[in-house]
């Protein structure tokens, strides 16, 4: 398994930007499409975007279609998660994904997961 660590989580206003990352270490990076997902208090944990194997196809849910923006840099083993016009129910819990499977990877369980980082969005 790919062993992934995120960071980046914090406290923001709303309206405000945070940018998570998260780095990969184990497996050869360019193998896994990546995604992330979040857990707010008594949530399910929710699929909030994904990326391919090369970073060229993205996709969305759709409570945060238009605000983020997942991208990675092979080169760096790191996905991003640039969070723009950040809203009070986008506190959670972040959690950086692997899969080999981007066309699967919206339904978990996923291979690996890392071990997720607080974002706290005050109104």
């Known amino acids: 398994q790919v062993q992934l660590v995120e960071s980046g989580g914090g406290l923001v206003q709303a309206g405000g930007s945070l940018r998570l990352a998260c780095v990969a270490s184990?497996?050869?990076?360019?193998?896994?499409?990546m995604a992330w997902f979040r857990q707010g208090p008594g949530k399910d944990r929710e699929f909030v975007g994904a990326i391919s194997w090369g970073g060229d196809s993205t996709y969305y849910g759709n409570s945060v279609k238009g605000r983020f923006t997942i991208s990675r840099d092979n080169a760096k083993n790191t996905v991003y998660l640039l969070m723009n016009n950040l809203k009070p129910e986008d506190t959670a819990v972040y959690y950086c994904g692997a899969d080999p499977d981007y066309f699967t990877i919206t339904t978990m369980p996923l291979e690996s997961w890392g071990q997720g980082t607080q974002v706290t969005v005050s109104s």
């Open positions: 184990g497996r050869t990076f360019s193998d896994y499409a």
